[in-house]
Nanobody, 126 residues
Framework: QVQLVESGGTLVQAGGSLRLSCVVIGRTFRGGRMGWFRQAPGKEREFVAAIRWSEEFTHYADSMKDRITISRDNVQNTVYLQMNGLKPEDTAVYYC???????????????????WGQGTQVTVSS
């Protein structure tokens, strides 16, 4: 059984930084891709960043690309999302997701990802 477990979400002041982690348990997706999405109250889930397991291909949301970095540790089977210069509008539940094969769908679409974590809350105070 595949589990994606996010951590690192917390309350932070505007301008601060956070690093979110997502551990993949029970399976490896070496031909696939990992993504981060977020959902704010009353809004649709939106793409944040994605990375392939086997190659250094990354994708970022235009609205955040200057402030975030996605990375992975293949040995630890973990994906990270470093976020800097946080703003109150970054407040959301952040989810990680796994796509089995990177070519099966767009990195930017949540429909491409077969497995999802439970999410971690990030709250940015002004």
């Amino acid at each position: 059984q595949v589990q994606l477990v996010e951590s690192g979400g917390t309350l932070v002041q505007a301008g601060g930084s956070l690093r979110l982690s997502c551990v993949v348990i029970g399976r490896t997706f070496r031909g696939g891709r990992m993504g981060w999405f977020r959902q704010a109250p009353g809004k649709e889930r939106e793409f944040v960043a994605a990375i392939r397991w086997s190659e250094e291909f990354t994708h970022y949301a235009d609205s955040m690309k200057d402030r975030i970095t996605i990375s992975r540790d293949n040995v630890q089977n973990t994906v990270y999302l470093q976020m800097n210069g946080l703003k109150p509008e970054d407040t959301a539940v952040y989810y990680c997701a796994a796509q089995e094969e990177w070519y099966s769908g767009s990195a930017y679409s949540d429909q491409s990802y077969e497995y999802w974590g439970q999410g971690t809350q990030v709250t940015v105070s002004s």
